[in-house]
């Protein structure tokens, strides 16, 4: 075997060896994904419908969302999802802290730095978190400039149900 032959045949097993890889980061985190969406239909859809209600419906879907996350499988790719979406949230805690930001404008970043988080997963375990945070991105945008009486829905559907269906596509290969 000559060596370029060689060359491309290393070339194809890594190839191969890093969409398995994807495939397999997919495939654990997409119930995780679509257990967050779940939390932001319903957490956002009663800020916008039942606010009164909303701090509770959050409390109740975070601690659903945590329950389900730690208490699956780990997968190989956990710690680096763990890692990103604690930085995330942290950031999140500060910003609204010092810009001692308004209900909206909370949830407008928590937006923004999800979505962002997602992207990085994207960078780090596939692709197709770039469209999970696309399309959070863009309810978030929309809510906020186009429809901001309605930014809690935007966030709901658009967000929410993004995730929920991103997750269980998420999954297939």
Do not use: H
Not at 112 to 118: D, F, G, N, P, T
């Amino acid at each position: 075997m000559d060596k370029k032959k060689a060359l491309e045949i290393l070339n194809d097993v890594a190839i191969a060896r890093r969409k398995t890889s994807e495939l397999r980061n997919y495939r654990g985190m997409g119930s995780i994904i679509s257990a967050w969406g779940v939390v932001w239909l319903l957490g956002f859809g009663a800020q916008s419908i039942f606010p009164a209600a909303a701090p509770y419906v959050w409390i109740v879907g975070w601690l659903g969302a945590f329950a389900w996350t730690f208490t699956r499988p780990p997968k190989p790719e956990d710690f680096r999802a763990l890692a990103t979406w604690v930085v995330a949230v942290l950031c999140i805690c500060l910003v609204l802290v010092v810009t001692k930001a308004t209900q909206p404008t909370a949830a407008m970043i928590f937006g923004l730095a999800l979505s962002a988080a997602y992207a990085i997963l994207g960078i780090w375990s596939g692709k197709r978190f770039w469209v999970l945070a696309a399309l959070v991105l863009i309810s978030a945008c929309v809510g906020w400039w186009l429809v901001p009486q309605w930014l809690y829905l935007a966030l709901a559907l658009g967000g929410g149900v993004a995730l929920i269906l991103g997750g269980v596509s998420i999954r297939r290969p």
